[in-house]
């Protein structure tokens, strides 16, 4: 069993950045695969970054590209989600997730947090 508790959601300025942070519980964090998602209003959720495990692979959505990063932190049970040059439609509820097997894009994720709100004014 592994739990998330996504936080560093607030409100910015476009242009703005912003650090969100997946906690884990479970001494075998390091052995998923994480990826952060995100949903806005009237919105399918979709698929924002990817990062694998054991390579550390990342995989990142064209909308993000060159913009957001993740990364992990094993030690501290911790994937990470930095978000720069932010705009207005990176409006969304952020969510992480993690799975032994599924990694990338897919939407069938073992584990889900709660999420996280981020809102970019223009």
């Known amino acids: 069993q592994v739990q998330l508790v996504e936080s560093g959601g607030g409100l910015v300025q476009a242009g703005g950045s912003l650090r969100l942070s997946c906690a884990a519980s479970?001494?075998?964090?390091?052995?998923?695969?994480m990826a952060w998602f995100r949903r806005a209003p009237g919105k399918e959720r979709e698929f924002v970054a990817a990062?694998?495990?054991?390579?550390?692979?990342?995989y990142y959505a064209d909308s993000v590209k060159g913009r957001f990063t993740i990364s992990r932190d094993n030690a501290k049970n911790t994937v990470y989600l930095q978000m720069s040059s932010l705009k207005p439609e990176d409006t969304a509820v952020y969510f992480c997730a993690a799975d032994r097997t599924r990694w990338g894009a897919s939407p069938s994720y073992d584990y889900w947090g709660q999420g996280t709100q981020v809102t970019v004014s223009s």
């Open positions: 990062i694998r495990w054991p390579t550390r692979l990342t």
């Open positions: 479970g001494r075998t964090f390091s052995t998923y695969n």
